[in-house]
């Protein structure tokens, strides 16, 4: 017990810089940005759980079909309902993750890469968006990285109990997100080769062998497919609907090359005019298997996703999709590195990523950031003030796709779905639903609400996000209608607050 004692305090007065970094880095890129407000996609996780059987989550099925809400619904059920409470999974679980990653470091590629794969995590931007995002990709990339921990571990031991831990983890990764389909593939290509290499390599240098057989690997698969078949028939029952969600154009090669991970194998290959500027040499190449995990768990999931979308047009290469991918490229760049670095020098490497990291990803415009531009929490606290009546009326934009005829109608019942923002940050004045998009029917059902209601009033409010919302203004602004009137447009960011108002009345609109 005291050598234990001892060994802890040796190691952590050896990495006291690295430990402080490590605090300073969650502080600034995951703790501080926790206050602010939800996002769109956050206040429908808000929704989910405070409405689990609401009746609007039938156009928006593949939504609830998750396991990730029981853990906001957890945390709201011990903290209360608040933007720290709902977050605080993700971030737990994403902590979890790191460690897992840096333990796969130390395992995969070598001994003292451990904290320079977690500070290039930390350095991703993505990674920490997930990291305190209330929606289920931390818990996603969590899963995957504890999935791969224990099929390592399975295939060097060939023990049962890992490979059970595999199957567990592995079968929870498509019921955290339905889209999480594409990663499996990089399951069966690291087992392949794992038998393959165990089998034929004569090459000393391929150092990677397992002691798991062909048969117990086929098992063992059966066994994972057997689990998957529930969320199977469940995600091929979604995808006849699939269309409908979609909220991206078909991508191009220009956007597959703007995925995460070029840019940082890009400055990784910087290396060698590094390497050689120290005169380093060049070090042990990473193992054969370890290389094509590593490769698979980078590339695999945007590239099948890439693939998929501009085959069937049901566009999924949108980067919260494949975010499990997100550790493949922070190890791909300790790999990179590992090829030049000298094994007593990776203290100073992970220390210097940290600061650049955190510099790069810090967003020091401002004291506490944002988590998104979508800051609603604010919007409504504009809309407050600017309605001054309880009954004023208010144009709300939905901010959700699905929100089209005949799926809204001019009755869609409130509180619902695809309002969440509102549910989730009230305002002060009569709501009227509007579409995602302008459409005939929309401007048809606009013209008959400026023409009887509207007019009649001192001042109405155009409320909601992106270019659909500022659609709806210019629409209104060039109305005939409304040719004496003023408006004033304001807002929080990406949020719309377009305040429209009759100079005859006897208020003025004004904003903050």
């Excluded at 499996?184 to 002691?211: H, Q």
Aim: one cysteine or more.
């Amino acid at each position: 017990m005291i050598f234990q004692l001892e060994t802890c305090r040796r190691w952590i007065y050896q990495n006291r810089l690295l430990m402080f970094l490590l605090a300073v880095c969650i502080t600034r890129l995951w703790l501080m940005p926790l206050p602010s407000s939800f996002w769109t996609d956050e206040t429908g996780t808000a929704f989910v759980v405070q409405r689990p059987a609401d009746p609007s989550l039938t156009v928006v099925s593949q939504v609830p079909a998750s396991i990730y809400y029981a853990f906001p619904h957890m945390a709201g059920r011990l903290f209360g309902f608040s933007e720290i409470s709902y977050r605080v999974p993700s971030l737990l679980l994403m902590g979890i993750a790191l460690f897992i990653i840096g333990r796969l470091a130390a395992r995969l590629i070598d001994p003292g890469a451990a904290w320079f794969a977690v500070f290039a995590c930390l350095a991703i931007s993505d990674f920490n968006f997930y990291a305190i995002d209330a929606r289920p990709y931390a818990l996603g990339i969590c899963v995957a990285a504890a999935s791969l921990w224990f099929l390592i571990e399975w295939l060097d031991t060939g023990s049962w109990i890992p490979a059970l831990f595999f199957v567990f983890f592995a079968a929870l990764l498509w019921r955290v997100q339905l889209v999480f389909w594409a990663f499996y593939p990089v399951f069966a290509i690291y087992t392949l080769v794992r038998l393959v290499c165990s089998t034929t390599a004569r090459s000393a240098t391929v150092r990677s062998t397992t002691k798991v057989g062909w048969l117990r690997a086929c098992l063992v698969y059966c066994l994972l497919a057997l689990a998957l078949i529930p969320v199977a028939f469940e995600a091929l029952a979604i995808l006849r609907t699939a269309k409908a969600h979609v909220i991206a154009s078909v991508p191009g090669i220009r956007s597959f090359l703007q995925a995460p991970g070029w840019w940082w194998i890009a400055l990784a290959a910087l290396a060698p005019v590094f390497a050689r500027f120290l005169k380093w040499r060049v070090q042990r190449p990473v193992t054969l298997s370890a290389i094509t995990l590593i490769c698979a768990w980078w590339l695999w999931m945007p590239l099948c996703l890439f693939v998929y979308s501009r085959l069937t047009t049901t566009v999924l290469f949108i980067s919260r999709y494949y975010s499990p991918t997100l550790p493949g490229v922070a190890l791909a760049v300790t790999a990179a590195t590992a090829l030049y670095l000298p094994r007593v020098r990776w203290k100073q490497a992970s220390a210097v990523i940290a600061v650049l990291g955190l510099i790069a990803a810090g967003e020091w415009n401002a004291l506490w950031p944002d988590h998104f531009p979508d800051t609603w929490r604010e919007a409504s606290l504009e809309e407050d003030f600017a309605a001054q009546e309880p009954d004023t009326p208010v144009i709300t934009v939905s901010p959700f796709i699905e929100a089209q005829p005949p799926t809204w109608s001019p009755e869609y019942r409130l509180p619902g779905f695809l309002y969440a923002p509102v549910f989730v940050y009230p305002l002060r004045g009569r709501i009227y639903p509007f579409p995602f998009m302008r459409s005939e029917v929309a401007e048809r059902y606009a013209a008959g609400l400026l023409r009887d209601t509207l007019v009649k009033r001192a001042r109405f409010i155009v409320y909601g996000a992106g270019r659909d919302t500022q659609s709806w203004v210019r629409w209104f602004s060039q109305r005939p209608e409304l040719a004496n009137w003023r408006y004033v447009a304001g807002g929080a960011k990406a949020i719309d607050v377009a305040v429209f108002e009759n100079p005859g009345s006897a208020g003025e609109a004004t904003l903050h």
